[in-house]
């Protein structure tokens, strides 16, 4: 505050009394914070007592930027303190700053196995999430079949592999890939001749018919339908 101080002196019967007055400002002392630089961390770990732990020589509230709980990103972050002291007509409020180093975090990913296909299904969706929550794309290793963003198209039968990954971000670090197999089987025929009757004589005189069905895509199916002529029976006892 302000403090003015008043000089009196008494006149006498040559001189008159005189009064004299100075002011001058006593300014609030600053309280001395100190904060210990806190050891790195992992990307996902809220702050708490052992990052926000600034001391002051006096009584008071601190209030944090960020607050407890907070969660920051990776890399390195400026933490702030504002003390304020009980004693707020004597002292007023001091601040500091500390930086801590945030660490990227790992990532895993969760990919079921897939079940076996059969030739001519219809195309399937892949699931498969990270434990970061991030996106997970799918890729095609091997096989008859393609991948578009997260849906599997069947091309022919054969074993399929098809991987999962996620890159990571500024906050996580790439996720393990994570591949999975399965088979598409062939896909099922039905042929069937139509009946006819011919004499051994002209069995192959005109062509014998029938029917398939079963193919699938458009695939080009066809079948050669002949007659097999039983061999003569012989009798044993000649």
Known sequence: GTV????TKEGNKNYKAVALERSF???QASAAVTWPAPLPITYGTPLGTNQLKAVANLAGQFTY??????????????????FTPLDALR???STAQVLIEVTKAAQTITFDALADRTYGGAPFTLAATASSGLPVTFSL???PAVITRSTVTILGAGAVTVRA???GDSNYHPAALVDRSFMIKKAALIVAAQDSTRSQASINSTPFTGA?????N???ISAVFSAQVPSEKQDPHV
């Open 4 to 7: 003015t101080i008043r000089a």
């Open 212 to 216: 398939s069905t079963g193919w699938v």
């Open 65 to 82: 930027d960020p607050p407890a709980g907070a969660v920051v990103p990776a890399g390195f972050n400026t933490l702030g303190v504002t």
């Open 91 to 93: 002292y007023k409020s």
């Open 165 to 167: 990954s996620q890159p």
């Open 218 to 220: 458009n695939d080009a």
């Open 25 to 27: 400002a006593v300014k």
């Open 141 to 143: 290793v091997s096989g």
